[in-house]
C-alpha cells in the first residue's frame, strides 16, 4: 500500500524508516555499548534493579501567592504519597527582586511563591521537617541565596547540614541559552556555581550543587539531539570548570544530577535518555579521568513537556502527559514532574495537580512497566535511534569544544541561535499542517467549553511588602551592613561566598540586598535579544 | 508599491516584566521579518518605561507584546498610560501570550487593538497587522 506521507521524521524532524532490522544494530557490542544495568556505560540504566527496588521520586513542581499558601499545598501533596518537594518560585524571586520594589509590580506569587527573606523561607517549610523531605528548588540567578537560606531554616529546626538533601538547579549557563533568568554575566556565574559546589562538597554532602537542564532548551523549542549536545556540553562546562579550581573531579561529580525534557515524540524521547547515559558516563571516564563509578553515572529528573501542552481541548493534555511521562520512566528516570492540564493557563488547581500526580502512580502500580528493568533495550529502532542520537550530539559537542567550550559558545549567540532556528522551523510546520497538533491545528473545536483555572490575587504583592517592611524593623541595621560588606569582600577576592552568604540570611538581609551586592561586584547581564 | 509600503511598517516586539519565556516572542518577531516587517526586538526585562521609551525613541507603528506570566492586566494597562502621557496614542498595541479568555473584552476595552490566543499562527498575525497597521 502506498504510505501516508513521504517521509516519516519525529517531531525533531529527524527522519525514520519503515523498518529496522537486525543488520541495524549489527555492530552493537552488548558488554561495550548497553552492559548489565549499573554497569558502564549505563545505559541500561544506573541501578541494578531499577523500580523493583525502589520507585522513582514523584515530585510535582509547585508554588504560588504567598509562602503560607505554598506551604498548605506542599503538606496537602505530601499526604497524598508525594515523595519530595519542588518549589516554584515566582518571577520577581527567580530575577533577585523583594516584592516591595518597582520592579516586582504586577508579578509578585503569580508563577510561583515569593520569597524575599528568610521570613518567608521559614513559614514554606513550617513543619515540614528538612530531614525528613528532600527538596528540589528551581533557582538559577540567586540561587546562592536560596541556598542558603534553605540551609539556615534547617539549621533553625535543629537539623544538621550532612542530613540535608535536595537540589538547586543552578545551571547558569542554560539560562542564557534558553531559560533567562540570569543574574551576573557568564564569567562571574560560574564561579558562584562553583563556589557553591565547593562549599556542598565540604558541608552539605547530600545536596545536589547543580542540575544540568535540558528542559529550558527543550521548552525554547531546540530538536532533542540539541536538549541533548547542549546540556553535556553544560555539564562538560561545570567539571572543566571545577578542575581549573582544583576540585579532584571524584568529590564533586558525583552530586551532579540532570533534568531533561519527556516530549510527545514517544522512541525519540526513550532513545535520548539512555544515549545521555551512556554519553556522560564516557565524558566522565575518558574526558575528566574519573574512578568513582559514581561520577560516571547520569541520574537525571525528568518534567513533561510544558510546550507540548494545548489550551484547546485542555483535558487532553492528560493523555499527552501519560505518554510523556511513560517515555521517562522507560527511559529510566530518577525523578518525574508530571504537569497538569490546565498548566497553559495558570498554575494548577489542586485537582489538577492530583490528577497529574495520580498519572505517575498509574504507570508505576497499574501498568506492569516497572516489572522489568529498560525493557525496550535490543530493540532494532530503539538502539539505532540511541546510537544516531549520540553521533549527532557529539558532533555538536565537537564543534562547542572547538569555539572554546560553552561559557564561549554562549558569549557568541551559538545555542541561542540553533535554538532559535529550531524553534521557528517547527512552527512553521504546525502552521502548515507538516506536523498536526490535535485540537490545534486539526480535530479542533467550534467553541470551547470554559475550564476552572487557579487565580492568583493582585494583594499578595502588598502582604509580602508588609512583610518585608516588619522584618526590616526588626533586625538588627548594624548585622545587616557588616554581613553585607563582608559578603561584598568574599565577591572580590577569591574567598568562597557561601559562608558570608550565610550570615548575611541570618541578619534577615532580603534577596535584592544580596543580589545587589553581588552584582555591584560582579556586573549584571541583559539580553542581547537574539532572534 | 504595494511591498514598499509594508517595508515602512515598523513594530517593537517586546516582552514586558520579568518573564524569560522568550520562545514565542522570538517566532514573532521572525514571522513580522521575514513577511517584510521592519521589526525592533527590545530583548527581555523591560520595564513598560522601557518599551515605550524605545517605542517613541524608533518611531514605530505598533508594539506587540507577548506576556505569559499573568501580569497582562497591569504591564498592558501600564505601556497604554505611558503612551497616552507621550502622546502617542497613535502606536497600536497588540499582544497575545497566556490571557485568560475572560480578560481579553477588558483588555480591548482599555485600549488594546488585538489579543490573540493560543493557536493564532504566525499567517494570522502578520495579515492582522498588514490589514490594521499603517506605516507613516
Redesign the interface.
Same mark, same amino acid.
Given at each position: 500500500m502506498k504510505e501516508r506521507s513521504e517521509k516519516f521524521t519525529t517531531i525533531s524532524s529527524t527522519p525514520i524508516n519503515r523498518l529496522y532490522k537486525p543488520e541495524d544494530i549489527s555492530h552493537l557490542v552488548y558488554q561495550k555499548d548497553l552492559n548489565d544495568p549499573a554497569h558502564f556505560p549505563y545505559t541500561r540504566g544506573i541501578h541494578e534493579t531499577m523500580y523493583r527496588g525502589r520507585l522513582w521520586t514523584m515530585r510535582l513542581f509547585s508554588g504560588f501567592g504567598k509562602p503560607e499558601e505554598t506551604n498548605k499545598r506542599y503538606k496537602f501533596l505530601l499526604e497524598h504519597g508525594q515523595t519530595g518537594l519542588s518549589v516554584a518560585f515566582d518571577f520577581p524571586t527567580l530575577m533577585g527582586y523583594d516584592a516591595d520594589q518597582e520592579r516586582a509590580a504586577g508579578e509578585v506569587g503569580k508563577c510561583g511563591v515569593n520569597i524575599s527573606t528568610l521570613a518567608d523561607m521559614e513559614v514554606l517549610f513550617d513543619h515540614i521537617p528538612l530531614d525528613q523531605v528532600t527538596t528540589s528548588m528551581t533557582i538559577n540567578g540567586p540561587a546562592a541565596v536560596l541556598l542558603a537560606m534553605y540551609l539556615v531554616v534547617a539549621e533553625k529546626q535543629g537539623v544538621s547540614w550532612d542530613k540535608v538533601g535536595g537540589t538547586v538547579q543552578n545551571d547558569v549557563l542554560k539560562e542564557f541559552t534558553a531559560q533567562n533568568s540570569y543574574a551576573f554575566p557568564p564569567d562571574p556565574s560560574m564561579r558562584v556555581v562553583v563556589d557553591m559546589i565547593e562549599f556542598c562538597t565540604k558541608e552539605v554532602p547530600k545536596w545536589n550543587t547543580v542540575s544540568i537542564s535540558g528542559y529550558h532548551i527543550r521548552e525554547a523549542g531546540s530538536t532533542a539531539v540539541q536538549e541533548l549536545a547542549f546540556t553535556l556540553a553544560d555539564g562538560i562546562a561545570y567539571v572543566q570548570a571545577c578542575v581549573e579550581r582544583g576540585m579532584k573531579v571524584d568529590d564533586f561529580a558525583s552530586r551532579l544530577s540532570f533534568f531533561f525534557d519527556a516530549h510527545n515524540d514517544f522512541f525519540e524521547e526513550i532513545a535520548k535518555f539512555r544515549a545521555a547515559r551512556r554519553m556522560w558516563a564516557k565524558i566522565m571516564k575518558e574526558r575528566f579521568h574519573a574512578k568513582n563509578e559514581k561520577s560516571m553515572m547520569l541520574r537525571f529528573h525528568t518534567q513533561t513537556a510544558g510546550a507540548s501542552l494545548t489550551a484547546q481541548q485542555p483535558y487532553n493534555n492528560v493523555v499527552r502527559t501519560s505518554i510523556q511521562a511513560l517515555a521517562a520512566v522507560l527511559g529510566g528516570t530518577q525523578s518525574l514532574h508530571t504537569n497538569a492540564w490546565d498548566e497553559t493557563f495558570a498554575l494548577p488547581t489542586e485537582l489538577a495537580a492530583m490528577t497529574a500526580l495520580r498519572t505517575q502512580q498509574i504507570i508505576a502500580h497499574e501498568s506492569g512497566v516497572t516489572n522489568t528493568v529498560d525493557p525496550l533495550a535490543g530493540s532494532y529502532f530503539i538502539e539505532s535511534l540511541t546510537n544516531q542520537m549520540e553521533k549527532e550530539a557529539a558532533a555538536t559537542i565537537k564543534k562547542i569544544d572547538e569555539m572554546g567550550g560553552m561559557v564561549q559558545a554562549v558569549k557568541a549567540g551559538y545555542p541561542q541561535r540553533e535554538i532559535a532556528d529550531a524553534s521557528y522551523r517547527y512552527q512553521k510546520q504546525v502552521d502548515s499542517k507538516e506536523k498536526i497538533i490535535v485540537g490545534v491545528n486539526e480535530f479542533k473545536l467550534n467553541k470551547e467549553p470554559p475550564i476552572e483555572t487557579l487565580k492568583i490575587a493582585d494583594e499578595i504583592r502588598d502582604h509580602q511588602a508588609k512583610k518585608i517592611a516588619q522584618v526590616k524593623k526588626r533586625r538588627d541595621a548594624q548585622k545587616v551592613s557588616d554581613t553585607l560588606a563582608k559578603l561584598k569582600k568574599a565577591a572580590q577576592t577569591n574567598q568562597n561566598i557561601m559562608v558570608p552568604l550565610c550570615d548575611s540570611v541570618r541578619a534577615y538581609c532580603t534577596l535584592n540586598e544580596m543580589m545587589e551586592t553581588l552584582k555591584s561586584v560582579f556586573g549584571e547581564y541583559h539580553d542581547p535579544g537574539i532572534f | 508599491m504595494i511591498r514598499e509600503s509594508f517595508k515602512r511598517v515598523r513594530v517593537l516586539v517586546g516582552k514586558p @516584566?520579568?518573564?524569560?519565556?522568550?520562545?514565542g %516572542?522570538? %517566532?514573532i518577531?521572525?514571522?513580522l521579518r521575514d513577511a517584510g516587517f521592519e521589526v525592533i526586538? !527590545?530583548?527581555?526585562?523591560q520595564?513598560p518605561e522601557m518599551i515605550v521609551s524605545s517605542a517613541i525613541q524608533e518611531d514605530v507603528d505598533a508594539i506587540g507584546l507577548s506576556i505569559l506570566?499573568?501580569?497582562h492586566?497591569?504591564?498592558f494597562q501600564r505601556i497604554l498610560e505611558l503612551l497616552k502621557e507621550k502622546k502617542s496614542q497613535d502606536i497600536k498595541v497588540f499582544g497575545g501570550g497566556?490571557i485568560?479568555?475572560e480578560d481579553i473584552k477588558p483588555l480591548e476595552k482599555m485600549g488594546v487593538a488585538k489579543v490573540f490566543?493560543? @493557536?493564532a !499562527? !504566525?499567517?494570522d498575525i502578520v495579515a492582522w497587522v498588514r490589514k490594521n497597521v499603517k506605516g507613516k
Open positions: - | @516584566g520579568l518573564d524569560g519565556h522568550d520562545r %516572542v522570538k %517566532v518577531a521572525r514571522a526586538y !527590545t530583548g527581555l526585562h520595564t506570566s499573568g501580569a492586566n497591569f504591564l497566556i485568560p479568555e490566543l493560543p @493557536g !499562527t !504566525t499567517d
